[in-house]
């Protein structure tokens, strides 16, 4: 139906109903233009007003997806926070894990958890390496009650909305971008998580009220070319052999920053080669087990004079006991409101098994397991950041929290195969212990 104009209201429709006289015929003149002009700018005024209203509802609807599509927010999601992070022993902690659904932030949360402690888990799942193993590992937290908060280290408001939610007394910082090679392929994403990251998690945590106290994990890596062993914390690590290296030694100095300026009790564990079940599949440990059961080769390096390369292994179990320690003992965060009102701990233990394997011996172990000859591959190693060896000296943890390895590799390698063949789904027939 068509909308009367403003000129249809104005005059009737029905020729010769009324007489118009000539004298008339100026004002007619004159009311048809005014007419005219009035509708074109009342549509003018409407148009406009549509078109507000439509950009406002657009930017409402906007919005408003935005929000229910977020993987975070709202009241129910508050609640399950607040569940997660809930403590329940006497004197317990409530802890932030970041890189939750990772290798140790797994195997830590667990033990926190299970311990009566509350934990909150924050983990962005990158792509690094399978994100389904990390979901697999979420999984796990979750039929725990263990909520992991798919997140990013760098979105402040996020830090923010999670201290706002649950008082946190620690933070287990664990995220991390890892890999000592693939900082050749992608080294931005070690800035963006190791320093980057970094500092937006301190920041929170320094305005924070009560602040937490934070353990963090820095990286054996960061001893780079130091030829003494074992390796001690006193040692200079001054030489980093890799970019991994040289971020988590930035961490390093970059923790003692906000620890002198802000009050932050600052922990940083140097880890030594950790593995174990749910581990890292960019571990070589890993990548032998499963390239061994493809009857795939193997790529074993070996550095100056054919020299074979070693590691401190250290299974997941003895880490994790590091690491509670290390939360134990952390003491208090002296600043409130971002500002410091005394001195607060800062600290740096090693945490290793101190007992260096050869790689050649390791995949001896894995060939023992799985009851399948590996083909091996032995190459010179390319200059890629690794190191010939690495060896710790673990007698400040030892002294400090009572820090104790006690699984060797032989018996470690075993819980790790079980696991592979039970989570990739291999049959038993090959007999493997």
Not at 31 to 59: E, G, N
Not at 136 to 160: F, M, P, Q, T
Not at 331 to 356: D, E, M, V
């Amino acid at each position: 139906m068509k909308m009367p104009s403003l000129e249809d209201e104005l005059f009737p429709s029905t020729p010769g109903k009324f007489k118009i006289d000539r004298a008339h015929n100026m004002n007619r003149q004159f009311h048809r233009c005014f007419a005219s002009t009035s509708t074109m700018f009342l549509w003018a005024l409407f148009l406009i007003a549509l078109t507000a209203s439509y950009l406002s509802f657009q930017s409402f609807v906007d919005s408003g997806s935005r929000y229910f599509s977020a993987s975070w927010g709202g009241i129910q999601w508050e609640k399950q926070v607040r569940n997660s992070g809930q403590i329940h022993r006497s004197g317990g902690m409530s802890v932030l894990v970041t890189g939750a659904a990772g290798f140790v932030g797994t195997h830590v949360s667990l033990a926190l958890k299970k311990r009566g402690d509350g934990v909150v888990g924050l983990d962005n799942f990158n792509n690094y390496y399978d994100p389904s193993l990390k979901k697999a590992r979420k999984s796990l937290l979750n039929s725990h009650g263990i909520l992991v908060v798919e997140g990013d280290l760098n979105d402040a408001k996020l830090l923010a909305k999670l201290f706002d939610v649950v008082a946190f007394t620690h933070v287990m910082h664990l995220a991390a971008q890892a890999g000592v090679r693939y900082a050749m392929e992608n080294p931005n994403s070690y800035v963006h998580s190791n320093i980057a990251g970094l500092v937006t998690l301190l920041e929170t945590c320094k305005s924070a009220n009560p602040q937490p106290a934070i353990v963090w994990a820095s990286s054996s890596s960061v001893y780079g070319l130091n030829e003494k062993a074992p390796f001690s914390e006193a040692d200079r690590t001054d030489q980093p052999a890799s970019l991994y290296a040289a971020t988590k030694k930035a961490g390093e100095e970059i923790t003692h920053t906000y620890n002198h300026i802000y009050g932050l009790s600052m922990t940083g564990l140097r880890f030594f080669t950790v593995y174990g079940p749910w581990g890292r599949p960019d571990m070589a440990y890993f990548s032998f087990t499963r390239n061994i059961l493809q009857g795939k080769p193997i790529t074993i390096y070996r550095g100056k004079n054919r020299a074979d390369l070693a590691r401190d292994f250290t299974y997941i179990d003895d880490i994790v006991k590091g690491c509670l320690g290390s939360l134990d003992t952390s003491g208090k965060s002296t600043g409130s409101g971002g500002k410091k009102r005394g001195p607060a701990p800062y600290r740096i233990f090693n945490l290793g098994n101190t007992s260096p394997v050869k790689v050649p011996e390791l995949v001896n172990i894995l060939e023992r397991h799985l009851k399948v000859k590996a083909k091996r591959n032995i190459v010179d190693m390319p200059g890629n950041g690794d190191v010939p060896f690495t060896h710790a000296n673990i007698s400040s943890a030892q002294k400090v929290f009572g820090y104790k390895p006690t699984t060797d590799l032989q018996t470690g390698l075993k819980k790790f195969v079980r696991w592979y063949l039970s989570y990739y789904g291999y049959n038993n027939r090959k007999g493997v212990q």
